[in-house]
């Protein structure tokens, strides 16, 4: 079965402090993850992926494929990164499809 | 484009009801996915259509059912609602069917309370 965990649900950091949303799943194949974020009073929106292995707003993330893990990093955590912050895992199967599994979610709030 | 749409943004029904959601994908896309996200959860999958077909469904009773119409918007059925139905309903559409290679834009959500 896949399975998605965030064990924070709160995060609290200063302006300036690195910060790290850790992600943990279960899966005994090779899935894809993603963050997807949601700013206070907008849409859930994609933040990165882990096959682009690019940097967005200066958080990345990088798949551990033996610790299972796809935690979020940025060096230096900003006010605007204040959010609510979803990890997620799709692995095809037959009666999912290619959904998205969805963790619990980590609110992130960066103080000045 | 305004991105994706839904309808209506908030519902109150009585339980026993039924209810009926409406998603409008972005312009060109073929795939819309349905998630349930219950207060201080993450969004739950409920079903995918792409080209009008089921292509994924989650672990949600029968009492819950979809269509994708010709012009790629969805409906989500609910039927003998429940006061655990009560939710953020979530709509996402994509160009094509699998998530690793295009992304899913979810719209704002329907608001459905049950008492």
């Known amino acids: 079965a896949q399975r998605v965990t965030q064990p924070e649900k709160l995060l609290s950091v200063f302006k300036g402090a690195p910060v790290e949303l850790k992600c943990n799943y279960s899966y005994s194949g090779s899935p894809e993850l993603f963050w997807y974020v949601q700013y206070s009073r907008q849409r859930l929106q994609l933040l990165l992926r882990?096959?682009s292995r690019e940097s967005i707003k200066g958080f990345t993330a990088d798949l551990n494929k033996g610790e299972t893990s796809f935690h979020l990093k940025k060096p230096f955590a900003q006010e605007e990164d204040s959010a609510m912050y979803y990890c997620a895992l799709s692995a095809p199967n037959s009666n999912s499809g290619y959904a998205l599994n969805f963790g619990k979610g980590t609110s992130l709030l960066v103080t000045p | 484009d305004a991105g994706v749409t839904q309808s209506p943004t908030h519902l109150i029904k009585t339980r026993g009801q039924h209810v009926t959601l409406r998603c409008s994908p972005i312009?060109?896309?073929?795939?819309v996915s349905w998630y349930q996200q219950v207060l201080g959860q993450g969004p739950q999958f409920i079903f995918q259509?792409?080209?009008?077909?089921?292509?994924g469904r989650g672990n949600f009773p029968d009492r819950f059912s979809a269509r994708q119409f010709p012009n790629y918007s969805s409906e989500l059925n609910v039927n003998a609602l429940l006061l655990g139905d009560s939710a953020l309903y979530l709509c996402?559409?994509?160009?094509?069917?699998?998530?690793?290679?295009?992304?899913?834009?979810f719209g704002p959500g329907t608001r459905l309370t049950v008492t």
């Open positions: 259509y792409y080209e009008k077909e089921e292509r």
């Open positions: 312009s060109g896309h073929k795939s």
């Open positions: 996402a559409s994509s160009a094509v069917l699998a998530p690793s290679s295009y992304e899913q834009y």
């Open positions: 882990h096959i």
